[in-house]
């Protein structure tokens, strides 16, 4: 299944239309003004959703485009959209501009080579991204290969209330331990919600004999790999929130549950999503971050843009301007966003490091130095099979 793809052509009722050259940045800004660029992202916390329309307002300003949120609980969505476009023969004027991807979702587009690209290193911020330093060039093992471009840095921490837990569990066993000790005041999101299954990944980090095997395919050893994570959870569930009988069904309904009493811990992708939401009164002042003793998963966040979108050079005007040093530093001011950048400071002008520098990163979040080197990303395939294991396993319906 080959499409034509970056400088190319298209060829829709009989006329051919070149395809956007990142390459040509005049150009792509040239296309750019009034196209409508369809963001499908996920829409399940407010603090997202008015970042995005903050994207939305600049991008329109500066560029003249216009950018609609399409809010998504499942990024799986987007891609079966763009999947039943190309087997209905929809090659171009497809529906889906740009997606917030990753994982799976970016490999089985990639694979199917239903994304347009490469175009993520040719970017002119692309200069500025710390590529060296952060997992910006490879997505769940599997190298992006210029077909999508990051927007911010994210690592696995947990966020507790300081006045309710004195000391957190900083390991699997612990956690198991103090859930025994405190019966239904743990639990994490419902897979296949992202973060819940990204949860189960980091118990498996913690209790796999060799973590080298993670970072390739899941094979025929899957079951004998993953058996301490499904023992752990034998033993751990029970003692979950509501007797691991319900599930909260995303992060920000955890928070909600620690504000209201309901429990003491919850995970999170984001370092600064404890301060975001002190601020915001979704937590009490009380809350702190941590993260594990033998460290957690850090991921980073990127877009995409489908083979078949009809807002091409747009999406690349939205992509580049998320790697700008303004939109990168309103991500990572806590009462915002609070994500982790992707830029390399040294590449980066006096004033716009001076920024960064002097942000405010908040009384609940984790310095770099103690947030550690993170842990690769399992290869996307134990995410699959485990989030389905999980499903026959301990799957309820809320």
Do not use: C
């Amino acid at each position: 299944m080959k499409h034509i793809l970056a400088a190319a052509m298209v060829t829709l009722g009989g006329a051919a239309f070149a395809e956007p050259n990142p390459a040509d940045w005049d150009a792509v800004l040239k296309e750019a003004q009034g196209e409508i660029v369809y963001w499908h992202a996920w829409g399940g916390a407010t603090t997202t959703n008015d970042f995005i329309a903050w994207v939305g307002e600049r991008v329109m300003n500066d560029y003249g485009v216009a950018l609609e949120h399409v809010k998504l609980t499942d990024t799986a969505d987007a891609v079966s959209r763009v999947v039943a476009e190309n087997a209905a023969g929809t090659d171009a004027g497809g529906a889906v501009d740009m997606i917030w991807i990753n994982g799976e979702n970016f490999i089985a587009l990639k694979d199917a080579d239903l994304l347009f690209g490469p175009f993520a290193e040719q970017l002119p911020n692309w200069e500025l991204v710390d590529a060296e330093g952060k997992p910006v060039t490879v997505d769940f093992t599997v190298p992006t290969d210029g077909y999508e471009s990051p927007w911010a840095a994210a690592q696995v921490v947990f966020i507790y209330d300081s006045e309710t837990l004195s000391e957190p569990p900083t390991s699997a066993e612990a956690i198991a331990e103090w859930a025994a000790a405190n019966p239904g005041r743990f639990t994490f999101p419902q897979p296949p919600d992202f973060l819940g299954t990204t949860f189960l990944k980091q118990m498996l980090f913690e209790l796999v004999e060799d973590t080298d095997r993670l970072q390739e395919d899941a094979g025929d050893d899957y079951a004998e790999v993953t058996a301490p994570l499904w023992a752990w959870l034998e033993e751990t569930t029970p003692n979950m929130w509501r007797g691991g009988r319900a599930y909260p069904q995303s992060g920000p309904r955890q928070l909600q549950l620690i504000n209201d009493g309901e429990i003491d811990l919850a995970v999170s992708l984001s370092p600064g999503e404890a301060t975001a939401a002190i601020a915001n009164q979704q937590l009490p002042e009380s809350a702190r971050t941590f993260v594990l003793d033998a460290g957690t998963i850090g991921n980073a966040s990127f877009v995409a843009i489908p083979y078949n979108a009809n807002a091409k050079a747009g999406a690349m005007v939205v992509a580049n301007f998320l790697l700008s040093p303004e939109a990168q530093l309103r991500a990572q001011t806590p009462e915002i966003l609070g994500y982790g950048t992707v830029l390399n400071m040294d590449a980066l002008s006096a004033e716009d490091r001076a920024a960064f520098d002097n942000l405010e990163l908040g009384v609940a979040t984790l310095s770099p130095a103690e947030l550690g080197t993170a842990l690769p990303e399992p290869h996307a395939s134990w995410m699959t099979r485990i989030e389905q294991d999980w499903r026959e396993r301990y799957g309820v319906a809320n």
